[in-house]
């Protein structure tokens, strides 16, 4: 069975920066893609960054040049480099992979 453990998330003035991470049990995981997804009040669950099994990106067109999404594959970890933070970037950010989800973790952007 697949787990995720995600963590990194806090809180932190704008224009500052958080690495999430997301840890990855259960499964194959160099040969699968994974992604980033957030969640934030009232608002549905949007994709903000994904990363192939061969380290191929894409990104949320508002996070484009703030947010680096990599892996490691020794580790079976994803990361989610978050920079620049802006307020509209609270949110609860989840991993996904292999159609299972993670716990989720608080970012909070304020000052």
């Known amino acids: 069975q697949v787990q995720l453990v995600e963590s990194g998330g806090g809180l932190v003035r704008p224009g500052g920066s958080l690495r999430l991470s997301c840890a990855v049990s259960g499964s194959i995981f160099s040969i699968y893609g994974v992604r980033w997804y957030r969640q934030a009040p009232g608002n549905q669950r949007e994709l903000v960054a994904s990363i192939t099994s061969g380290g191929s990106t894409n990104y949320k067109d508002s996070v484009k040049g703030r947010f680096t999404i990599s892996r490691d594959n020794a580790k079976r970890t994803v990361y989610l480099q978050m920079n620049s933070l802006k307020a509209e970037d609270t949110a609860v950010y989840y991993c996904?992979?292999?159609?299972?989800w993670g716990q989720g973790t608080q970012v909070t952007v304020s000052s």
């Open positions: 996904y992979f292999q159609s299972s």
